[in-house]
Nanobody, 117 residues
Framework: QVQVVESGGGLVQAGGSLRLSCAAS??????????MRWYRQAPGKQRELVAD???????TYADSVKGRFTISRGSAKNTMYLQMNSLKPEDTAVYYC?????????WGQGTQVTVSS
């Protein structure tokens, strides 16, 4: 099993920045991450993919966050970050870390990001 924990959420004014962290632990050696992703879910909306990073560090972003958010992995490769700049009220959501193994996916509990106007 792999455990995933997010941190770094909070309340910030529009135009501000936050850095989210995701730490995976447990059977990460036997279940290596093929990719790791950040999703978010706003109230009343479906969960949406925000950013993705592969084991080779190739990154992709949702159009809504391109140029503002940056996904990266730590040197240990079991950690992942999301640097969020120029935040907008519409970025308000619970942000989830998704650890994608070969045959299974693991999710964290999420961290709340609230952007005030």
């Amino acid at each position: 099993q792999v455990q995933v924990v997010e941190s770094g959420g909070g309340l910030v004014q529009a135009g501000g920045s936050l850095r989210l962290s995701c730490a995976a632990s447990g059977s990460t050696f036997s279940i290596p991450a093929m990719r790791m992703r950040w999703y978010r879910q706003a109230p009343g909306k479906q969960r949406e993919l925000v950013a993705d990073i592969t084991s080779g560090d190739t990154t992709t972003y949702a159009d809504s966050v391109k140029g503002r958010f940056t996904i990266s992995r730590g040197s240990a490769k079991n950690t992942m970050y999301l640097q969020m700049n120029s935040l907008k009220p519409e970025d308000t959501a619970v942000y989830y870390c998704n650890y994608v193994g070969v045959n299974r996916q693991y999710w964290g509990q999420g961290t709340q990001v609230t952007v005030s106007s």
